[in-house]
């Protein structure tokens, strides 16, 4: 009987999903956003600044696990190794060999065998060029996508939870609770965000974790006029009626019947909540009031094409990257958003 | 020659994946100035019939795989937009069932029915303020001059359906279709109606194809009828040949499921088991600024009434009385002052949490079978609900039997435990609403129009149900409807009920024969024979 239950649950999902496909848009959009964050989680293998393994007199060291200081390579110094060193490089592949990521270069390995001036145009070397540090863009690219990705699904899923509860029981109480809490939010929104944060970054450094929780502050707003809407709708449906009749709590009522109802409009939303959320990270970042100086960001890159307008490839890419990511996500919003509508799967 | 040939007719339904024949080969005339009932059960068919006559139905959805549709010889049926945008609402006119969405709630009376004429009829800016004075006057709205700005949210629905009436009137068509003119409306107005649009159909000597499944309507209007059922005309003739003598055994069963004797049985005396004294609910105004309190609506004023194990009362008001607000107020649903003992004992008072143990023994079932299921949850889960709250220490297996028991006992497979409420019949539905409130065996039932959404035979399943188990469990049921043919089947008493006051109170059998109060006179006048003086 359980399997049977599950099935049917699964039916309504499958039918979902099966909707989301038709959408040929969509569901090649997700594909490529899966493929391109999944590249990007493997990040310190496919764009590192130290070999992925390496043969030295007939031992294997795994510099990406551990750190090694040059005496092991037969070095002088008890430094940590700078593999692009020639004088290491060439030592190591004189006694052994080195197996290199296909970019061999982190996002703050610092190119110091540039020929040409930084910013360094693409070359072999340098697939996407580098900026006016040396840092090789292509590896910031990577990186930048993985923190900006991770960071909006960690906004979007800690902001959806405020949101989503905050709207339950404004819609659900309605009344007082509603009055008072709607005012609330007409104030805390007419906040201008902004300025606080550069307030606040101007007196606390700025880390991952603050950023999250600063805009965290601001976001969670985007849900609740929606999932409010939508329990004020259904708290006045006959089973909500029926089930107060049968003494059922509010609490039960609420996640057994109302919220069901209302996560359709909460799962339409989330695609575009979790672009709104990368935006905001992408543009504290040019600003400068983003994540720390040093950290890869697709932000501080179109600040750094900005400032070196004599270097296409810096605002190309960034731009193309952001553009690239932006509209994927939309389509997928806008393939989930029609797999979700009701009327689309009830005819 | 006929006004209207419909032949071979045929309308299916695509969706993704799915087709559906809606009208299966359908073939019938409409004689000039003659009524002819389309009569059947909902998904009989009989919408898409009347839509499609003006191809009416959504493009590229439906399709018409057959049939020629002809207006005085001319063929409807695949011609251009443009040449049947000519007909309709000029020759052929058409109103809907629900006079609230069937206008459009941004423009004034004046203005929606001027639209045809000036469509139609190119006529003047004061031409058409004359003629829609006239066409308003014309159906008998109160005050037609001065409603002329009104917006629609400002008129009742009968005044509403009145307005409609004027807008498919106003090229004087040839042709009236009416789909389902006065279910949405309450007794007294739907006999107004009826007779506004029998004379109305003899002054313009129009033809009149009327859609419904009141077989006491067809009975009153038409001339001729045609039964309806699943896109098949099963049995046609004049109206006093099908009734008096009907061939097809569809036609026998939808007359036999016409409530005409009493279901319930003699009243037996059992003890008291909610009894109300002095009951009102009030709704406060608040006006200004800060919103303080500057009067009251009472939607329930000092109602007092008594229900008995085994007995029912009905309550019988029209929209707005106040019959909902009675009941819920009754379970303490919503507060309300005056007292309320139940088993003896005052309710009226009690903190929720005491009131908590109590909700098992008394129980609503509402109107609509598909808003008082929650469509997310399982047949099992949505009867389950009631023990998880009551009996929330039973086994999981004692549970699945508590929940056979009761669907079996409502007449449903246990086997539907497991499937969701869409998978239903409307029918169904409302036996798994009497399942949930009758798994906490409760001695109180409000009945809040349990059949008013469901047809003919269907109601009078559900309604043979529920004496069934009255008289099996002794309950207690107040029995709030407007259709008085339905009370007088079911119940022992009765409570007439206006603006929140009782007007009438007393043994069924007195207050039909023998109404005291000019109130009670005209509801009963109404629904029995549809007129209205």
């Not at chain 1, 040409?116 to 697939?127: C, D, G, I, L």
């Not at chain 1, 339950?168 to 008072?180: E, K, M, T």
């Not at chain 2, 039909?512 to 024979?529: G, M, Q, S």
């Amino acid at each position: 009987m359980k399997q049977e239950k599950a099935l049917l649950k699964n039916s309504q999902l499958v039918r979902r999903f099966n909707s989301f496909k038709s959408n040929k848009r969509a569901y090649i959009s997700l594909y490529i956003f899966l493929s391109l964050f999944i590249v990007s989680l493997l990040a310190e293998v496919v764009a590192n600044g130290k070999p992925l393994l390496i043969r030295f007199n007939a031992k294997f060291y795994f510099p990406l696990f551990k750190n090694y200081v040059e005496t092991d390579f037969g070095g002088d110094l008890e430094f940590e190794v700078d593999y692009h060193d020639p004088y290491i490089h060439d030592h190591i592949t004189e006694n052994g060999w080195m197996l290199w990521p296909i970019i061999p270069y982190k996002f703050d390995t610092i190119d110091y065998a540039l020929d040409v001036p930084a910013p360094a145009p693409p070359s072999r070397t340098h697939w996407l060029g580098t900026d006016d540090q040396g840092h090789d863009v292509l590896s910031q690219v990577i990186y930048g996508f993985r923190i900006s990705v991770i960071f909006g699904l960690v906004l979007t899923f800690f902001s959806s939870i405020i949101g989503v509860s905050a709207g339950a029981v404004q819609g659900y109480f309605g009344g007082r609770v509603d009055l008072i809490f709607q005012r609330f939010i007409e104030m805390w929104a007419s906040i201008p965000s902004l300025y606080l944060i550069i307030i606040i970054t101007s007196i606390v450094r700025p880390s991952f974790g603050l950023l999250l929780i600063i805009l965290l502050l601001f976001r969670w707003l985007s849900l609740v006029g929606v999932v409010r809407a939508e329990f004020l709708r259904v708290r006045n449906f006959e089973f909500v009626k029926a089930a107060r009749a049968l003494g059922v709590r509010n609490s039960v009522i609420i996640y057994r019947h109302i919220l069901p109802n209302a996560m359709v409009a909460t799962f339409t939303f989330l695609p575009f909540i979790l672009n709104a959320s990368i935006i905001a990270l992408t543009s504290l970042d040019f600003l400068g009031l983003g994540l720390p100086p040093g950290s890869p960001s697709l932000g501080r890159l179109l600040a750094q094409g900005k400032a070196n307008l004599q270097a296409p490839w810096l605002g190309i890419t960034s731009f193309v990257v952001l553009s690239v990511l932006l509209s994927i996500l939309v389509f997928i919003g806008e393939g989930v958003r029609d797999a979700f509508d009701p009327r689309r799967n009830l005819a | 020659m006929s006004l209207l040939e419909v032949r071979n007719l045929s309308v299916t339904f695509k969706t993704t994946g799915r087709e559906v024949q809606a009208v299966k080969k359908l073939s019938f005339d409409i004689a000039e100035s003659e009524t002819i009932a389309l009569v059947g059960e909902s998904g009989a068919g009989k919408s898409a019939t009347a839509l499609s006559i003006m191809r009416l139905l959504p493009e590229g959805r439906a399709f018409y795989p057959s049939g020629s549709v002809r207006y005085r010889g001319q063929e409807l049926m695949g011609i251009s937009e443009d040449a049947l945008r000519e007909v309709r609402g000029n020759r052929i006119s058409m109103i809907f069932q629900e006079p609230m969405t069937s206008l459009n709630p941004l423009h004034t009376i004046e203005k929606q029915i001027g639209e045809t004429l000036v469509l139609h009829k190119k006529l003047s800016v004061e031409e058409v303020h004359e003629r829609t004075a006239e066409l308003l006057s014309l159906v008998q709205l109160q005050e037609a001059h001065t409603r002329l700005n009104a917006y629609p949210h400002q008129l009742s629905g009968g005044q509403r359906q009145r307005v409609m009436i004027a807008m498919a009137l106003a090229n004087e068509p040839e042709l009236l279709i009416a789909d389902e003119p006065t279910t949405a409306l309450d007794v007294t107005i739907q006999a107004e109606i009826l007779s506004l649009l029998k004379k109305l159909q003899s002054r313009f000597r129009m033809s009149l194809l009327l859609i419904t499944h009141d077989l006491e309507v067809v009975r009153k209007m038409a001339d001729r009828v045609a039964v309806m059922k699943s896109g098949e005309i099963v049995e046609t003739g004049k109206i006093d040949e099908v009734f008096e003598n009907p061939r097809h055994e569809y036609t026998k069963y939808l007359l036999s499921s016409e409530l005409k004797e009493v279901l319930h049985e003699p009243e037996t005396v059992g003890e008291e088991v909610i009894k109300s004294d002095n009951l009102s609910v009030a709704f406060p105004i608040y006006r200004g600024i800060f919103r303080r309190k500057r009067g009251e609506v009472r939607a329930v004023d000092r109602v007092s009434v008594t229900i008995r194990g085994g007995q029912t009362v009905g309550l019988v008001g029209e929209s707005g009385s106040g019959k909902t607000s009675c009941g819920l107020a009754l379970l303490r649903l919503i507060s309300s002052t005056g007292s309320i003992k139940f088993m003896g004992e005052e309710v009226q008072g009690l903190k929720s949490s005491n009131i908590r143990p109590l909700r098992s023994q008394m129980q609503i079932i509402f109107q609509d079978p598909f808003a008082s299921l929650n469509p997310r949850l399982t047949v099992g889960q949505i009867v389950e609900e009631g023990i998880r709250v009551h009996y929330s220490g039973e086994s999981r297996s004692t549970r699945n039997r508590m929940i056979a028991t009761v669907l079996n006992e409502v007449g449903l497979e246990p086997g539907y435990m497991n499937r969701y409420p869409h998978e239903f019949s409307g029918g169904e539905r409302q036996r798994v609403c009497i399942a949930r409130a009758l798994i906490l065996k409760p001695r109180f039932l409000v009945l809040d129009e349990p059949t008013s959404s469901l047809d003919m035979s269907v109601q009078t399943q559900i309604l043979t149900l529920l004496i069934e188990l009255q008289k099996r469990h002794n309950l207690a049921y107040l029995f709030i409807t407007h259709d008085l043919r339905v009370v007088r089947a079911l119940s022992h008493e009765v409570l007439v009920i206006k603006n929140g006051r009782v007007v009438e109170y007393g043994p069924v059998e007195r207050i039909f024969k023998n109404p005291r109060h000019p109130y009670t006179k005209t509801l009963i006048k109404a629904a029995v024979d549809m007129e209205i003086d």
